[in-house]
């Protein structure tokens, strides 16, 4: 069975994941959404983000990645590197994504704003998609979806209303029938 | 008290309101959502839509406006005009909005897209956001929202999943306090 490829992310309701200048302090914690997101981790073992995304995870902290997942950071501009936990990639990221669902592993959790997903939706390469969106309406920042030339269905499989005002949803990717 | 306004929309989880054409037959309809959808309808007298809006819902055969409910088109080249149950205004829709809403009335349905709604939002007269969010990545078309230069906290009143895969949320606008 090939592997599972989730685009996450927090949102607001007008469809950001960060302000401009990629702070994300309107994102709400809780139980609920621990829980939630909890079981998510549980089921990768392999992220993929952008170079933006990268940058965002050092600042915050998380530059030295999560225990028992490879981070795969996409850069046409960092030299390509390997080191426990994270690799820099230079490959275009249909290709690597294409390769990597057909190696065995768990789940793989595609991070960050559109411009990555972009790409990989268009391939047919991303089967699920899951929303925290938040009570707000951001008004302006880095969008979660970029224009992509042809609709998608999805179909719904999860919707958890969190105490704190967050609706969590959860979609898979409809196969168009051969 | 003042009459609430609603910014209401079917949208898909990317944010769109209708194809760039303007078609919308991506719309599902169902009992579900007939029944949440017709309760809000009892609450509204009246309907406030940009000129856009007005030619797509003429297009669609609903120019004979509805029942009990007047519809009030904001256009700065149609003619201003009034006739039973409809409204050609080509005043400022803020300054129509914030007077409206101060007359004696029900709810106040704002419909259509972002364009109508980002002056209202701004001007703080906008009350409530209902959406029936759609299994659904459009791609590109019709935005539901618009940048606006400062972010609206909102809470969660409402959240309904359709079973054909629909969610409907509805949010009250937090008011900033004095």
Redesign the interface.
């Known amino acids: 069975m090939a592997r599972t490829v989730t685009f996450s992310a927090a949102c607001t ?3 950001y994941i960060a302000r401009s200048d990629s702070s994300f302090d ?1 994102i709400l914690h809780g139980e609920e959404s621990r829980e939630v997101l909890g079981g998510f981790w549980k089921t990768i073992d392999t992220i993929l983000m952008g170079r933006r995304t990268w940058d965002v995870a050092v600042r915050a902290g998380h530059g030295q990645g999560h225990a028992g997942i490879e981070t795969c950071v996409f850069s046409r501009t960092l030299p390509p590197s390997e080191r426990p936990g994270l690799r820099i990639v230079s490959e275009d990221v249909v290709a690597f994504t294409r390769r990597l669902k057909e190696t065995h592993g768990n789940g793989i959790f595609l991070m960050g704003g559109g411009e990555l997903a972009r790409p990989l ?1 268009e391939a047919g390469l991303v089967d699920e ?1 899951g ?1 925290n ?1 938040h ?6 920042g880095i969008p ?2 970029h ?10 499989i999860d ?1 958890v ?1 969190f105490r704190n ?3 969590y ?1 959860r ?1 898979a990717v409809r196969r168009k029938r051969a």
Chains 1, 2 share one sequence.
């Not at 009570?135 to 302006?140: A, R």
């Open positions: 309701l007008d469809g309107w939706f998609v929303l969106i009570p707000l309406l951001l008004g302006s979660l979806f224009e992509m030339p042809r609709p998608i269905e999805l179909e719904r919707c209303p005002g967050c609706v949803v979609y």
